[in-house]
T-cell receptor, first 114, second 112 residues
Framework: EAEVAQSPRYKITEKSQAVAFWCDPI?????LYWYRQILGQGPELLVQ????????DSQLPKDRFSAERLKGVDSTLKIQPAELGDSAMYLC????????????FGEGSRLTVL | GENVEQHPSTLSVQEGDSAVIKCTYS??????FPWYKQELGKGPQLIID?????GEKKDQRIAVTLNKTAKHFSLHITETQPEDSAVYFC???????????FGTGTKLQVIP
């Protein structure tokens, strides 16, 4: 069964350092999402791509976060510099067409900022 | 933007009993309402969804009801089993390429 791949699964870093997360969506899925999930809360959308274009990044803290999906396939989310409040699970999801259908989530990347 | 509220935050039931989780949404233009189950250490997984043109949908032991007038929808799990223990999230979207907004989650514990 096809899955959304994410790496690393766990990342511990010190504040002010740079960190990057990678996501490979299910083959053929045009829409890719990055969500942030703080412990005990629901996922919050950071950025949504349709192919290589950004559809929604209204909640992305652009002073420190960046995301790209250069060839419309895999994607990278970067944080620089990391802050203590960035500690969270970063979830990547993909969907076939983005038209209000099922989101397929990866297992996430757990970030701890010390 | 859309705001989704979910209750209760925790729910404990005896095995075999029913569980009900309720959500309200603020955007009257929302027309797609999925429910996701998240097990420990995993990403959320869709378990059932409903669109605004129907009021109820059922899939084996799971059912979802939608009241568009009141802007609330509910998840019903009957004959609960220990493997139903997880965190459940409701969500809402306007459809198309509009974002999916999640509720805060309900931790369900089924006691054997």
């Amino acid at each position: 069964e096809a899955e959304v791949a994410q790496s690393p699964r766990y990342k511990i870093t010190e504040k002010s350092q740079a960190v990057a997360f990678w996501c490979d969506p299910i083959s053929g899925h045009a829409t890719l999402y990055w969500y942030r999930q703080i412990l005990g809360q629901g996922p919050e959308l950071l950025v949504q791509f349709q192919d290589e274009s950004v559809v929604d990044d209204s909640q992305l803290p652009k002073d420190r976060f960046s995301a790209e999906r250069l060839k419309g396939v895999d994607s990278t989310l970067k944080i620089q510099p990391a802050e203590l409040g960035d500690s969270a699970m970063y979830l990547c999801a993909s969907s076939f067409a983005g038209d209000a259908g099922e989101l397929f989530f990866g297992e996430g990347s757990r970030l701890t900022v010390l | 933007g859309e705001n989704v509220e979910q209750h209760p935050s925790t729910l404990s039931v005896q095995e075999g009993d029913s569980a009900v989780i309720k959500c309200t949404y603020s955007d009257s233009a929302s027309n797609y309402f999925p429910w996701y189950k998240q097990e420990l250490g995993k990403g959320p997984q869709l378990i059932i969804d409903i669109r605004s043109n129907v009021g109820e949908k059922k899939d084996q032991r799971i059912a979802v009801t939608l009241n568009k007038t009141a802007k609330h929808f509910s998840l019903h799990i009957t004959e609960t089993q220990p493997e139903d223990s997880a965190v459940y999230f409701c969500a809402a979207s306007r459809g198309g390429y509009q974002k999916v907004t999640f509720g805060t989650g309900t931790k369900l514990q089924v006691i054997p």
